[in-house]
């Protein structure tokens, strides 16, 4: 396939072995390359089934007396990440944090939250000698990426989420505990649907022999689709401020919206319209008319300026145990708990307004010498203690808010052939980007049916319409990118089944002037920590964000260890006088 052409089909090639245990062998082709075969929580998240009887549905269930089908992927190897200096950056703050002295007393730490930044908040406290228990609401792990099993053993998930080799403190964290092999590294490629070419799709390629930023500048210049000759001039223009700048310049344009920036900086519009309404989406869930232009900028800093920053990776399967699971072991062997169904009804003060406790609503109170709040920012501002509200760190929380996101999950009678073994931009004024996830995924692997999984977005006008309506929607969006193979009446592809998952509340809106009301890890209560990806930390609203945050809490608790230990003991010497 050439840099910069169409793909209309998936490159799949099938070998089956029938003998024994039955295999599969999924490849997937890249030129003449040879590959390689590689080993957000808080809110009310609902699920929902629809089944369509078919007679030509077929279901990958194994049958009494058959043995199971086994799949193996083939992916493309682990990109070189090591020597970054992203990477080695998170690489040593983790390393600081198992190497930390050995406390003589480990503190208990009480954290609200089981998604990946409190996850990360207790992993880390525990690799420093601590002692972290974990409180999650629900009965499910992960958070923004929490997923659920239905009846058939099929799971459907919050979002749609993509790990870029860009994500250092991610990256590192799979390798320390050992999973990096849980990952599917994609081609290093940039796949848009093409509206104006229905059923076709445009590529931005990063050549592999080409360091950054010039496989970059490559990739762009050789698509000729998306945008003309002119357009890429001066977009080019545009951006030089930004590259000259740094992240100075970076941070100075939080007060700009996207489409703001670009007419300022002279850029078409149409560069917006072709490019930057499905990146703002992917990143954001918003359009380039409300999304600060910090939040691009930084995107593209790290995809220009490492190899392999924008290469995309799908997990090998469902969240809650491939990824959150051996977070959960980890923190267990080293002496701390994670607790499901334990939902925090209320902050206790102490008559110094410092926490007492966690009351939660079973009536239970958990207490400990140190307490973090892991959960997205809007459960935060509901509960928190009214004596708090006047001070300025929690009064600058009022302007950060969730997006409201919705997440589609279509299971088809077929395979469907206009599609890609990769994230996808769909381009779509309703939809943001899909993938097929029976080729993408080890675990949802399914040669005769297709299962995509949609992002809905923006999702502001849609979170309270009925899932009837979002699918009949999706299904007007796939009937123009599929127009071979999907009718919105349904006389081509049929469904069997649907998920609808509404989050009303995902990550923070990132608009503009928001960044000066990001808080610190630290808050001024003595004790009391925040993590999140809202709170301050250079990788905004993702799941790098929020690994980065727990990392940096963890950090934050570990430094103020001498303070923490003489406040127990203060506490525990008034409570000996009264």
């Not at 062998?25 to 590689?38: E, M």
């Not at 939809?431 to 692997?445: F, H, I, N, P």
Request: charged share 20%; proline share 6%; net charge neutral.
């Amino acid at each position: 396939m050439t840099i910069g052409g169409f793909v209309s089909a998936a490159n799949l090639s099938c070998q089956s072995t029938l003998t024994g245990n039955q295999t599969l062998r999924c490849g997937f082709l890249n030129n003449s390359v040879k590959t390689n075969a590689l080993a957000f929580g808080g809110c009310e998240s609902m699920g929902h089934i629809l089944r369509i009887p078919h007679t030509k549905a077929i279901r990958l269930r194994p049958r009494k007396g058959v043995s199971p089908l086994q799949v193996v992927c083939m992916d493309f190897p682990r990109p070189e990440l090591e020597n970054t200096v992203n990477f080695l950056e998170a690489a040593y703050l983790s390393s600081s944090l198992r190497a930390s002295a050995r406390p003589s007393k480990p503190l208990t730490v009480v954290i609200a939250g089981a998604g990946l930044a409190g996850l990360s908040t207790a992993k880390y406290l525990a690799d420093a000698g601590h002692k972290p228990i974990l409180l999650e609401s629900r009965d499910v792990l992960g958070g923004k990426v929490a997923a659920w099993k239905d009846d058939d053993g099929d799971w459907y998930e919050t979002g749609l989420h993509i790990f870029f080799g860009a994500y250092p403190n991610v990256q590192n964290l799979f390798g320390e505990l050992g999973i990096d092999d849980r990952l599917q590294w994609k081609e290093h490629s940039m796949i848009f649907a093409m509206p104006n070419k229905p059923g076709e799709f445009s590529r931005f390629d990063f050549p592999e022999v080409l360091p950054a930023p010039l496989n970059g500048i490559w990739a762009i210049l050789k698509n000729n689709e998306m945008l003309t000759w002119p357009d890429k001039v001066k977009f080019a223009i545009g951006l030089l401020p930004a590259m000259l700048g740094g992240q100075a310049y970076v941070e100075a344009q939080d007060g700009l919206t996207v489409k703001e920036w670009m007419r300022k900086q002279g850029v078409p519009d149409r560069v917006t319209d072709e490019v930057f309404v499905a990146m703002s989406k992917a990143l954001n869930f918003i359009n380039p008319d409300e999304l600060s232009m910090q939040c691009i900028l930084i995107a593209l800093n790290r995809f220009l300026q490492e190899k392999n920053g924008s290469k995309m990776a799908f997990l090998d399967g469902n969240p809650p145990e491939r990824l959150c699971m051996p977070i959960v072991d980890h923190i267990q062997s080293l002496g701390g708990e994670v607790r499901l169904n334990s939902r925090i009804q209320k902050i206790e003060l102490n008559n110094d307004g410092t926490v007492k406790s966690f009351l939660l609503n079973n009536g239970n109170m958990i207490e400990g010498d140190a307490y973090v709040f892991a959960t997205p920012v809007d459960i935060l501002k509901l509960l928190l203690p009214e004596n708090w509200k006047e001070i300025p760190y929690f009064q600058r929380l009022k302007k950060l808010v969730g997006v409201p996101v919705i997440n589609v999950h279509i299971w088809f009678d077929r395979k469907l052939k206009n599609t890609y073994d990769h994230l996808l931009f769909s381009r779509s004024p309703l939809l943001s980007v899909y993938a097929d996830m029976s080729l993408t995924c080890k675990e949802y692997y399914n040669p005769n049916q297709s299962m995509l999984e949609l992002v809905f977005a923006p999702a502001e006008e849609w979170i309270s319409r009925s899932d009837s309506d979002i699918i009949h929607a999706t299904m007007n969006e796939l009937a123009r990118l599929f127009p071979d193979e999907i009718s919105t009446d349904q006389s081509k592809a049929k469904i069997v089944k649907y998920h609808v998952v509404k989050t009303p509340r995902s990550v923070y809106k990132i608009i503009p002037d928001c960044e000066p009301c990001r808080p610190l890890q630290r808050s001024p209560i003595e004790g009391f920590y925040l993590a999140g990806d809202y709170t301050k930390q250079k990788y905004l609203a993702s799941m790098e964000g929020a690994v980065l945050s727990g990392k940096l809490c963890a950090q934050a608790i570990v430094q103020d260890y001498e303070l923490l230990i003489a406040r127990g003991q203060t506490r525990l010497a008034q409570a000996s006088v009264y």
